[in-house]
């Protein structure tokens, strides 16, 4: 079976930093994605992590440690427009599963 | 590229119809999925294909879906009949293949069946 959790909410101010941890227990593990969903629209990809640790990419960066079964979507200088649903998925050869979303909020 | 192109975007229908949802995925992609998205259960996959051959239907839900994929540039998702219960966003995503990461994800048909 599939187990992805993270937090349902989280509320930031703008220009701050905001760390989405994702668990997850699964039967199979090929890698872990990111991605984001505004209200309405289709998720967009943001990271994909295959190997443990961090791979930056511009204001985001994506953490994976494969022995717990862990990863982080780490945002930094938050904007307004990065209020939006954030999703990891984890991938079994070419099956996703994914988490509930964590719901970010960006306050002025 | 136009990216992944699904039709209709917004569909209403009453119980017991049948619906028809299409996509068209990335020219070129050789991976094919749906996904069915509800404030309840998240994102699921449904059903997912390469070139064209259907590879998992483990998602889908009961045998009043199906879906095809005809061709490589074309794939039908249908319910027969539907209820309620079906209610929700249907995606279409494609995946290029090795040496790729992303899937791309269509805008989504918002299905509404009361």
């Known amino acids: 079976g599939q187990n992805i959790d993270q937090p349902t909410e989280m509320t930031a101010t703008e220009g701050a930093i905001v760390q989405i941890n994702c668990t997850y227990q699964t039967s199979g593990f090929n890698g872990l994605f990111w991605y984001q969903q505004h209200a309405g629209e289709a998720p967009t990809f943001l990271s994909y992590?295959?190997?443990?640790g961090l791979e930056e990419k511009g204001r985001f960066s994506s953490f994976l440690s494969r022995s717990k079964g862990y990863s982080y979507l780490l945002l930094k200088e938050l904007q307004m427009k990065d209020s939006a649903s954030y999703l990891c998925?984890?991938?079994?050869?070419?099956?996703?599963?994914f988490g509930a979303g964590t719901t970010v909020t960006v306050r002025a | 590229d136009a990216g992944v192109i699904q039709s209709p975007r917004h569909e209403v229908t009453e119980m017991g119809q049948e619906v028809t949802l299409r996509c068209k995925p990335i020219?070129?992609?050789?991976?094919l999925f749906w996904y069915r998205q509800t404030m309840m259960r998240g994102l699921e996959l449904l059903i997912y294909?390469?070139?064209?051959?259907?590879?998992?239907d483990s998602g889908m839900p009961e045998d009043r879906f199906s879906a095809k994929m005809p061709n490589a540039s074309f794939s039908t998702l249908k319910i027969q009949p539907s209820e309620p219960r079906d209610s929700a966003v249907y995606f279409c995503a494609s995946y290029k293949g090795e040496g790729a990461n992303e899937q791309f994800f269509g805008p989504g048909t918002r299905l509404t069946v009361l």
């Open positions: 998925a984890v991938n079994n050869d070419y099956k996703l599963s």
């Open positions: 992590n295959v190997l443990d």
């Open positions: 294909f390469n070139n064209n051959v259907p590879i998992d």
């Open positions: 020219s070129g992609h050789d991976y």
